[in-house]
């Protein structure tokens, strides 16, 4: 049973069926709703509400999640989660649950299950780290003179001094041994007793899941001179989402793509452009035309990660071009860099 185009499948084990026999399978893809995820954890895939008739073994469940395992280390951080599909109040609270494989390089996870409900993989954020112990030592040194012999040299006349070094020492507590040098200096060593303290410290760091998430751009128009730009969580029950959700307008430009950290959101930048735009006005809803990850990161879809921009034309301008070619880079994206490209014409418009 493969339903791919909304990111899951379902494999039935060879054996828990005899030819005769049938499975029903009722499955709901849901890209919104009241949700309550363990803390400390991001939610990574579509949540879908599965139920199935009686088995006699369990059914082996693929889902999707928009997470690179590029880095195969990451692979620990990820964790299937589940909720009652009916529950007394909102929101429907998930719980993490033992199993699971998410193997390298894919982005697909897997689990068998006998019992169904409401089924998401989540991604863990945050990790501590033990860093040992730190000890500090207080010490005081004594300074152990030493014998020298210094000469001076004048200009016309020479002279010569001499000079015995004396010997000075320090003591700071524990027990004093008294030594002879061959010219019978005695110094004084020291053996010091430490005072050393220690304490537990303790990290928090970033698992690397936020920073490996994969979203997801759609460029369509819904109508020639209305473009609009959609982003979401590289999912394929969202992507569908959107293109139900919009299914009459001209389909443009799609790409994924990942935030490069220090920036949290993705900006459309309207600037000079390199071939003529005469006649042309290309004009965002909102300025500064940027969609937040945060935003993204919500589950769902809603108007906050959609950005429309309009496309004007003066036909009654002599010098007007007769075909505009707009380009608009996306700043805040790791590379490789992204640009939509509108190509518009003026009988597109008119």
């Known amino acids: 049973m493969n339903w791919e185009e909304y990111g899951l499948r379902i494999k039935v084990p060879e054996g828990s069926l005899s030819a005769s026999e049938t499975v029903e399978v009722s499955v709901l893809a849901l890209v919104g709703g009241h949700f309550k995820f363990p803390d400390n954890t991001r939610l990574v895939s579509a949540v879908y509400a599965i139920s199935t008739s009686p088995l006699l073994k369990s059914l082996r469940i ?6 690179d395992l590029s880095d195969p280390s990451l692979s620990k951080y990820l964790k299937f989660a589940v909720a009652p599909v009916h529950t007394a109040s909102l929101p429907y ?15 697909y996870g897997s689990i068998e299950r006998s019992k169904f409900c409401q089924l998401a993989i989540v991604g863990e954020e945050e990790e501590e780290n033990g860093g040992g112990r730190n000890g500090e ?11 020298g012999k210094g000469q001076t040299t004048g200009g016309e006349g020479q002279g010569a001094g001499g000079q015995e070094g ?3 020492g320090g003591v700071a507590g524990g027990n004093e041994d008294e030594k002879d040098d061959e ?9 010091d007793q430490s005072n050393t303290s ?6 928090i760091h970033s698992t690397g899941i936020r920073e490996a998430t994969v979203y997801y751009g759609q460029v369509f128009y ?12 590289d999912l394929n029950a969202l ?23 220090p920036f949290g959101c993705v900006e459309l930048v309207f600037g000079p452009q390199d071939k003529p735009i005469t006649g042309w006005t290309v004009s965002p809803e909102i300025e500064p035309c940027q969609i937040e990850q945060g935003d993204l990161d919500d589950f769902g879809h809603h108007s906050s990660t959609i950005r429309l921009v309009s496309i004007y034309a003066d036909s009654s301008h002599p010098d007007t071009v007769h075909v505009l070619k707009y380009a608009i880079p996306l700043k805040g994206l790791r590379k490789p860099s992204r640009t939509i490209n509108i190509n518009r014409s003026l009988k597109d418009i008119l």
């Not at 609270?93 to 982005?107: D, M, N, V």
């Open 62 to 67: 693929e889902m999707q999640h928009c997470i």
């Open 93 to 107: 609270q998930f719980s993490l649950i033992e199993g699971g494989e998410f193997p390298a390089y894919q982005r």
């Open 137 to 147: 030592e207080d010490e005081d040194s004594g300074d152990e003179g030493g014998k």
């Open 166 to 168: 004396g010997a000075g």
């Open 183 to 191: 010219n019978g200096t005695i110094a004084l060593e020291s053996c």
């Open 198 to 203: 220690s304490s537990l410290i303790v990290s």
């Open 222 to 233: 819904e109508k020639a001179d209305k473009m609009r730009f959609a982003a979401t969580k």
């Open 239 to 261: 992507i569908e989402f959107i293109r139900k959700e919009y299914c009459q307008p001209e389909m443009g430009q799609a790409f994924k793509f990942q935030f490069d950290a």
